[in-house]
């Protein structure tokens, strides 16, 4: 990967204002989804970052919906199973279910009760950390399960939201935006 990695990734990453609401600045991701190349050297820095962190993940776990992009990837590069959160009503087995807050708003998570057992070691991949309100969601599924979460892994980080305090675990991010 190029050193200028962090800089076309930077320059990528679409800000829209006042999106959803009044205040907030958007980062806008599918622009780096629509560029094949940016997208996979995106993938390869996370899977290279885990691996400098020392994280041995025997899943991912990915929250709907922009997770299940980057985290399906990241674990099909690693060769390990992926495993999908998802809003309510989503999956057709018996769930666990976790109400949460948002940075704008309230919502709710589920998880397949047999996705993990104990001793799987995870890794929550997302393309967002904001308020953390989400990743603390999906540690708690996690956990319900029996398993235990490393950290959580994101393309982007909103500074001063404290979604690393409230997520409840190691975070590592590829850039850091203000919120």
Do not use: Q
């Amino acid at each position: 990967m190029s050193d200028n990695f962090h800089f076309r990734l930077r320059d990528t990453v679409r800000t829209v204002p006042n999106f959803p609401i009044e205040g907030i600045m958007f980062r806008d991701i599918t622009p780096v989804l629509a560029d094949g190349t940016l997208l996979s050297d995106v993938v390869d820095r996370m899977v290279s970052d885990l691996d400098s962190l020392g994280w041995k993940p025997t899943h991912i776990v990915g929250p709907e919906s922009r997770g299940f992009i980057f985290g399906s990837m990241v674990a099909l590069r690693l060769g390990i199973g992926f495993i999908p959160v998802r809003k309510p009503g989503k999956l057709p087995h018996e769930i666990e279910r976790v109400e949460y807050s948002l940075e704008y708003g309230e919502n709710v998570l589920e998880i397949h009760k047999d996705a993990l057992t104990e001793g799987d070691r995870i890794v929550i991949v997302d393309d967002l950390l904001a308020t953390g309100g989400t990743v603390a969601a999906s540690v708690r599924l996690c956990e319900s399960t029996g398993a235990s979460v490393i950290g959580g892994l994101f393309m982007i980080e909103l500074d001063g939201l404290n979604g690393t305090i409230n997520a409840g675990i190691d975070t590592h991010s590829l850039l850091n935006y203000p919120a």
